[in-house]
Antibody
Framework: QVQLQQSGPGLVRPSQTLSLTCVISGDSVSSNSAAWNWIRQSPSRGLEWLGWAYFRTQWYKDYGTSVSSRVIINLDTYKNQFSLQLKSVTPEDTAVYYCARTRGHGGDYYSYGVDVWGPGTTVTVSS | QSVLTQPPSVSGAPGQRVTISCTGSSSNIGAGYAVHWYQQLPGAAPKLLIY???NRPSGVPDRFSGSKSGTSASLAITGLQAEDEADYFC????????????FGGGTKLTIL
């Protein structure tokens, strides 16, 4: 059974960098049948996809347009985990942040949905 | 404003059938991208309910079904039960400037 365990601070100061980590058990971050996502949810913005990363002979990363200039997703094959860095945060970045897996097959990451979610981390941006 | 449009709320009595719509455009659902549906109970992460327009993951009751036509998709729930009261979200992909994975704004299902 695949499980995702999240860690990171619940409070971040404005203009600082938000950093979260997601440890994977039961799957591999370098699997060629999974993509690893960061998704956030807030009352004002709903569910918002921040980006994903996946491995298909090389690493690929895509980011959501609304955060693409501020976000980086990194992967650590030794620790079997992936992380989110969101720079220059403002109170608008206050949300519950989820790490999640999209199942893939044969290079198709669009047909199977987000089948595993982390428990979520509530992040507040405030001074 | 979400890329995919859902009604804010629907309701139904136990045993009844309800449908939740998800309306997109030619750059997402209408482009042929798959639609997925999620159920979110209070305080919990979303749970995959339907994937690839019509498929149910193992363990999801067959009371839940999905369909798609043109630029829209629908989730149908038959034989409503009290435990179905939750938020439901649709998700697809967009080849425009929005940023690949897009979600609906969510629909609150209330069991009367």
């Amino acid at each position: 059974q695949v499980q995702l365990q999240q860690s990171g601070p619940g409070l971040v100061r404005p203009s600082q960098t938000l950093s979260l980590t997601c440890v994977i058990s039961g799957d591999s971050v370098s699997s060629n049948s999974a993509a690893w996502n960061w998704i956030r949810q807030s009352p004002s913005r709903g569910l918002e996809w921040l980006g994903w990363a996946y491995f298909r002979t090389q690493w690929y990363k895509d980011y959501g347009t609304s955060v693409s200039s501020r976000v980086i997703i990194n992967l650590d094959t030794y620790k079997n985990q992936f992380s989110l860095q969101l720079k220059s945060v403002t109170p608008e970045d206050t949300a519950v942040y989820y790490c999640a897996r999209t199942r893939g097959h044969g290079g198709d990451y669009y047909s199977y949905g987000v089948d595993v979610w982390g428990p979520g981390t509530t992040v507040t941006v405030s001074s | 404003q979400s890329v995919l449009t859902q009604p804010p709320s629907v309701s139904g009595a136990p045993g009844q059938r309800v449908t939740i719509s998800c309306t997109g455009s030619s750059s997402n659902i209408g482009a042929g991208y798959a639609v997925h549906w999620y159920q979110q109970l209070p305080g919990a992460a979303p749970k995959l309910l339907i994937y690839g327009d019509t498929n149910r993951p193992s363990g999801v009751p067959d009371r839940f079904s999905g369909s798609k036509s043109g630029t829209s998709a629908s989730l149908a729930i038959t034989g409503l039960q009290a435990e179905d009261e939750a938020d439901y979200f649709c998700q697809s992909y967009d080849r425009g400037l929005i940023g690949l994975t897009v979600f609906g704004g969510g629909t609150k299902l209330t069991i009367l």
